[in-house]
């Protein structure tokens, strides 16, 4: 069956599966099926590892997980119960209890998609940040190549990473469209992000506080106008006197 029969069956009112436990064993073939998500339908790709692949839903999805992962993917149903852990992943972006299958990531790059698999829904990171986080300061640019080829977007949530100016950048699920459209739907106004970076601004200060956050920091949001200090750099900040959140921990 291929991903155009796929997805009219899906859609059908009794939709119908193929029965691959065997297959699914032997390490050649991973199950798939759709899930909606804020950027509409989603090919979800599993095996008894775990969830291999998110990727749009059209007629080349069958394709490209072949060439990425050299095996095929056939339709059927999720492990019991993985069905609704895939659902709440892709709304909430992070994997929480889902097995994710990283065979196909190093051991760095797996590193990495844990530790942004944290970052809370509605707030941003940089590469930069990741690098820090995994311990290795001089990886930034291995980190964007990291988010880029993050087999699992969506559940593992590489859209709340931005560049070290803070501009949006790319997205490897569609592009920079729909990761504005996540972070929107998030609650987090992408407009408003790329304001900050057109002047510079990276981190936000409370000058009652003297503690300086990342501008979608749960604290920064509850920070006044009165009492707002910006900041483009960490070093800026901690010179006029300004320590690190510790919940956000720029």
């Not at 729909?178 to 407009?191: A, I, M, N, V």
Request: net charge positive; charged share 20%.
């Amino acid at each position: 069956m291929n991903i155009e029969d796929a997805l009219a069956t899906l859609r059908s009112p009794t939709p119908q599966t193929v029965t691959t436990g065997t297959l699914l064993g032997t390490g050649l073939v991973d199950g798939y099926r759709l899930f909606d998500s804020p950027v509409g339908e989603v090919v979800v790709s599993f095996n008894p590892l775990g969830v291999s692949s998110v990727d749009l839903a059209d007629d080349a999805s069958e394709k490209r997980f072949l060439g990425r992962f050299g095996r095929r993917m056939m339709l059927a149903r999720p492990p019991q119960g993985w069905e609704k852990k895939i659902a709440r992943a892709i709304e909430r972006g992070t994997p929480a209890d889902l097995p994710v299958d990283f065979r196909s990531v190093t051991a760095f790059r797996r590193q990495v998609l844990e530790v942004t698999a944290r970052i809370p829904r509605g707030q941003v990171r940089s590469y930069a940040w990741l690098a820090r986080q995994v311990g290795n300061e001089g990886a930034s640019r291995a980190v964007g190549s990291t988010m880029a080829s993050n087999p699992v977007p969506l559940i593992i949530p590489c859209h709340r990473v931005m560049r070290a100016d803070g501009s949006i950048g790319k997205y490897s699920l569609g592009g920079p469209h729909q990761k504005r459209q996540l972070l929107t739907h998030e609650g987090t106004d992408p407009e408003w992000l790329e304001s900050l970076a057109a002047r510079r601004v990276r981190l936000i200060g409370s000058d009652t506080t003297h503690i300086v956050c990342y501008p979608t920091c749960v604290n920064a949001r509850r920070i006044t106008d009165a009492h707002r200090v910006e900041f483009a750099t960490f070093a800026a900040a901690t010179a006029s006197g300004f320590r690190p959140c510790r919940v956000c921990t720029p």
